[in-house]
């Protein structure tokens, strides 16, 4: 019977929010079984704790942010992308601040830092959720299905309209080594007509070419080059594999998305947990 895993021991990282622009520091503990993933606000008054699933999301207009009590953390989701990918079903996350380091933008230092912590078994089985029925999702122009299907497969489109580039299409199974390879890596990015309203409403402080693509006028602007043709797509696979880990539960199913965005993404995994929990 395949087992749950936490981590064999903890990591830690640091570096600059996306959002908040504030330095972070994050650290990787090993979890008890049957806990699942929880954030632990040590900067805070008594540290509350913040259970990574979809009940406890209260935003998603430019990342996935739970709440719990007082406690709250935003953009999670390349942290648990990471986690759902290497099939690290527990573990608790302190951070020191509201919002963990964006890093290079992708989910890569988070399932580097996986790595170095090394995998654990406990004694408890592994919580799969798998849909029997496809289950559909339409909202303003985004468009997710789910199908069952007996691995966890994902066929993705995109399309923004600032460039003909940014219209790609990508289809991968989610196994580890996948993940690590196609899209780990794949980096975050930003409409260069969006920046000014989201510098206005206080967000991206911490954002720079060092870890964001910007879309603008026909071109894809970042320092180092893309790290795929296709890397918009491959990023948005990563924030799906990210929040259909609220569901607390490894997914199978086939998911086709349609220009898919956090509020879609967490409305999948609220209607998976549902119907079928
Ligand atoms: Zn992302």
Redesign the pocket.
Request: without cysteine.
């Given at each position: 019977m395949e087992k749950q895993h936490t981590t064999q021991k903890s990591a830690y990282v640091s570096g600059i929010a996306l959002h908040t622009g504030a330095r972070a520091g994050l650290r990787i503990l090993p979890g008890e079984a049957n806990t699942g993933i929880i954030f632990r606000r040590i900067d805070m008054p008594d540290q509350p704790e913040i259970p990574a699933l979809a009940q406890n999301v209260t935003d998603v207009r430019r990342g996935t942010t739970i709440a719990c009590g007082k406690g709250f953390v935003v953009t999670v989701?390349?942290v648990m992308a990471a986690f759902h990918a290497a099939q690290i079903d527990n573990a608790v996350v302190e951070m020191d601040g509201p919002e963990p380091p964006i890093l290079d933008g992708s989910a890569l230092p988070y399932y580097e830092m996986i790595i170095e912590a090394g995998k654990t078994e406990l004694d408890a089985p592994a919580r799969y959720i798998a849909p029997k029925t496809p289950i559909f999702l339409e909202f303003r122009g985004t468009k997710m299905v789910i199908f069952p299907c007996e691995e966890f497969k994902i066929d993705c489109i995109t399309s923004f309209g600032e460039t003909i580039l940014d219209t790609q299409y990508y289809e991968q199974t989610i196994t580890e080594e996948n993940f690590a390879r196609e899209l780990a890596p794949a980096r975050?990015f930003v409409q260069f007509r969006d920046l000014k309203q989201l510098l206005a409403m206080g967000l991206v402080k911490g954002g720079s070419l060092d870890n964001a693509a910007i879309l603008h006028e026909g071109a894809i602007i970042c320092k180092e080059g893309l790290r795929y043709p296709n890397e918009i797509v491959r990023?948005k696979m990563?924030?799906i594999v990210g929040d259909m880990f609220l569901t607390g539960c490894r997914l199978k199913g086939h998911i086709i998305a349609v220009k898919p965005g956090h509020p879609t993404n967490v409305q999948l995994a609220g209607a998976i947990l549902k119907q079928y929990c």
């Open positions: 989701e390349h975050t990023h990563l924030d």
